[in-house]
């Protein structure tokens, strides 16, 4: 199995055993760019102590040019050998700042959450359904690459999958050799839009993985000749893409969600978590759905499938999927807030501190709604809904404290920024600025 080692070996005796030459030593920025130099191996022994170093200022971490290099230590838990280039080596890191770790950076914002789960005695599971589309560039700008994938209702179409078998099979493949245990992929909604599943595991490994599946799924796209993106909306009259995340509760080997499950599918101490992410839905949605485009998934009144997919209610149901959280199974609970231009360290931070916040305040979710919201809704006048544009969503995050204190004081002072200042080009461009803006998220 490629990449597969017991993790006490360090990423010499990994390079040793199987074959790397070089290493990708990468972290993600704020607004997910995903940043790497390439590291030969004989050189990794100083990295994996010290760090690489990098520009502070040339990635969206909100240091000045001013500032010294960040070093990005690598995480050898996390090392993924490319099973497209077996010589090269991916590690996820964690990166610090005068030797004293960054509290900008995604991933330290997460590990600080994770560190306050295992306080409580918890681990946190996740898994996240990846939605993207395959598009090709034409002289007027992006089309669905498939000239034949013009369905009006194309969700399951089994023609329109397997013409994109070369690509799927391949990615499915590469995961089965990874050990991510994929399960099922299929084409979407939309036209030219697929998922692949794969099995959940502690959060900030599906962090890690999503943000290399993201990296596969481009790579393997270009070298077809294929963009791929999961820009949450690349089209109007189409769904758009979701990155919905499944969420547990762990001691040791027991399922705290599903240990004394009522018949609605969890236990107590899940459905104060849940309560937790409902009482801060509207915060959390600056991070759930951080771009202005991702408002046109949110706020879309109708695509050509007949359903948006999107909730616009805080609320929750059991199998239902036009509630914002939804039980599919006793033991979980899914995220459908959550879209592709996700930052998926910042959001499951988020959701992991509003869910803990409801734990300790033993938060009641209310009363489940076993309707379809998309057409009832409206008679439910006590139903909050969510932000309907990117300004309102950001407002909400200052307000509050909690989502505040878990992004830190430079995290949150940067986020804004960066965001404020996507807000007020968006007010002042033209209508494509938004796809030449998102298509490579």
């Known amino acids: 199995m490629v990449g597969t080692l017991t993790q006490t070996k360090t990423l010499v005796e990994k390079a040793k055993e199987l074959g790397i030459k070089f290493f990708l030593v ?79 950076a995604p991933r330290m914002i997460l590990n600080r959450v994770l560190d306050q789960c295992t306080e ?56 089965e050799q990874l050990g991510w245990g994929p399960y099922q992929c299929d084409h979407e909604d939309a036209n030219g839009q697929f998922e692949l599943n794969w099995t959940y595991s502690d959060a900030r490994t599906t962090c890690d993985r999503h943000v290399f599946f993201k990296y596969m799924v481009k790579t393997l796209a270009e070298q077809r000749g294929y963009t791929a993106t999961f820009m949450p909306k690349p089209f109007s009259h189409i769904t758009g893409s979701g990155g919905h995340v499944h969420n547990s509760l762990w001691q040791g080997a ?19 978590f849940l309560g937790g992410v409902l009482n801060h839905a509207k915060g959390l949605t600056a991070l759930f759905a951080p771009t202005v485009n991702s408002y046109r998934r949110l706020g879309a009144s109708m695509t050509a499938s007949g359903s948006t997919w999107t909730p616009r209610y805080i609320s929750y149901g059991g199998n239902n999927r036009s509630h ?36 300790k305040n033993q938060t009641s979710p209310g009363k489940r709604i076993d309707e379809n919201l998309f057409a009832r809704g409206s008679e439910f006048p006590d139903l909050e809904t969510l932000p309907t544009n990117l300004y309102e969503a950001l407002e909400t995050l200052k307000k509050n404290e909690l989502l505040m204190e878990t992004l830190g004081e430079l995290g949150a002072k940067t986020f804004f920024e960066f965001k404020q200042k996507e807000w007020n080009a968006f007010c002042s461009q033209v209508t494509d600025w938004e796809m030449n803006q998102y298509i490579n998220i």
């Open 254 to 272: 027991t399922n705290s969600f599903a240990e004394g499950a009522d018949e609605g599918g969890l236990s107590p101490v899940g459905y104060h």
């Open 324 to 359: 914002m959280l939804r039980i599919p199974e006793a033991g979980r609970f899914e995220c459908r807030l959550i879209d592709g231009a996700a930052n998926l360290y910042l959001a499951l931070a988020g959701l992991l501190a509003a869910g803990v916040d409801g734990i």
């Open 120 to 175: 409580l005695g918890y681990t946190y599971k996740a898994g996240v359904e990846a939605e993207f589309f395959l598009l090709k560039k034409t002289e007027t700008g992006y089309a669905i690459a498939d000239d034949l994938d013009t369905a009006e209702r194309p969700c399951y179409d089994q023609v329109n999958l397997m013409r994109q078998f070369d690509l799927i099979s391949t990615l499915v493949d590469y995961m």
């Open 26 to 104: 990468s972290y993600t920025d704020l607004l997910g760019g995903t940043r790497a130099k390439l590291v030969p191996a004989t050189q990794i022994a100083s990295v994996e102590k010290d760090g690489a170093f990098f520009c502070s200022f040339a990635s969206n971490l909100g240091l000045g040019p001013d500032a010294p290099e960040i070093a990005a230590i690598p995480d050898p838990d996390s090392l993924i050998q490319l099973p497209w280039e077996p010589t090269v080596g991916w590690v996820a890191s964690d990166v610090y700042f005068e030797g004293k770790p960054f509290p900008a």
